[in-house]
């Protein structure tokens, strides 16, 4: 008894589908509410159906499966009208047969959305007005992909997940919904390291040269050892290849200076065992020693004798 009581409680049946717009409703694309004929009411209307109807839609031939609500029952017999999206999710073609068969749907607690663009996150509230458009649906499947209207344009989404089942109702329920990123989105992508290096070099090589101190040797102000004013002034030098050079340049003339005694002799003065009052020409003279050569034999020199010389008398 039971199980005739579930049987005749179950309608079921095979209509031709079309889209609203062959019955000029085209504002029922705005949700999954489909039309249905007379026949399908008186036959609903003596089965304990619940409230609200629901209905389980089925193509056969494509292995495609979803839910829906009905709005009126006013289509032709034979006939039901769809909405042109819904269609699509069918792989459903004008004229082709559909199966129809009422369901029973939890009520929904979580619904995860995918839209197909960016641009649906890039209005002002989206949670705003997916909660005013989906007013106009009576359940959710997941893998359908529902459309929402907003400004004079037509949004894509995706039911990724729901619970507490892959079918949920949503008529009357408090359900959160969570979004994930678009179809269409891409993560920025990050900077290789060699991009971070140039760019610290240039800055590092852009850094005005007054940050960097260089070391300027010899700076400041000579100071005589007998507490007396130095007159001269020390100026650095900028290359150091010019101050080896004028280093080398004082050193010479103070070899000059050193290898000329005269120049050391205070004048006036007689200094014995000197060269210094030697012509020129006789120190030319002198020949350079060859060290192939034996050195010359010295000359003797004539022995002191006492007392050798002129007499003188005191007396004249």
């Known amino acids: 008894m039971a199980y005739e009581n579930r049987r005749f409680s179950t309608f079921e ?34 089965l304990q ?11 056969p031939a494509a292995g495609r499966v979803t839910h829906c609500g009905v709005l009126e029952f006013i289509a032709d017999e034979g006939l039901i009208y769809l909405p042109y999206w819904m269609m699509e999710n069918m792989l459903l073609q004008e004229g082709d047969v559909v199966q129809l068969k009422n369901a029973s749907l939890a009520k929904g607690t979580y619904v995860k959305l995918q839209p197909h663009t960016k641009d649906f996150l890039d209005v002002s509230n989206p949670k705003a007005i997916l909660e005013t458009s989906l007013r106009s649906y009576s359940c959710l499947t997941t893998g359908d992909t529902i459309m929402v209207a907003y400004n004079n344009k037509k949004y894509y989404i995706n039911i990724v997940e729901t619970k507490p089942s892959s079918a949920v109702s949503i008529i009357e329920t408090d359900c959160e919904v969570d979004f994930a990123p678009p179809l269409d989105y891409k993560e920025p992508e990050k900077p290789a390291k060699s ?11 852009d850094e005005p040269a ?16 007998d507490g007396r004013p130095s007159t001269e002034s020390v100026e650095p030098d900028s290359s150091p290849i010019l101050k080896q050079h004028q280093s080398e340049a004082q050193n010479g003339t103070k070899d000059s200076k050193s290898s000329n005694p005269a120049s050391r002799q205070p004048s006036g003065k007689l200094v014995f065992g000197s060269n210094v009052n030697q012509p020129e020409n006789e120190k030319s003279k002198v020949a350079p020693k060859n060290s192939s050569q034996e050195p010359p034999q010295k000359e003797e020199e004539p022995k002191f ?5 002129k007499k003188y008398s005191l007396k004249g």
């Open 210 to 225: 007054k940050k960097i101190a260089k070391f300027s040797p010899f700076t400041g102000f000579g100071r005589r050892l």
């Open 305 to 309: 004798q006492a007392f050798t010389g």
């Open 49 to 59: 159906i619940e409230y609200p109807m629901l209905f389980e839609l089925n193509n």
């Open 13 to 46: 049946h095979s209509y031709r589908c079309y889209p609203v717009s062959f019955i000029d409703k085209p504002h029922l694309e705005k949700g999954d509410k489909i039309i249905m004929p007379p026949s399908a009411l008186d036959r609903l209307a003596s």
């Open 195 to 205: 991009a971070l290096l140039n760019r610290k070099q240039s800055e590092a090589e």
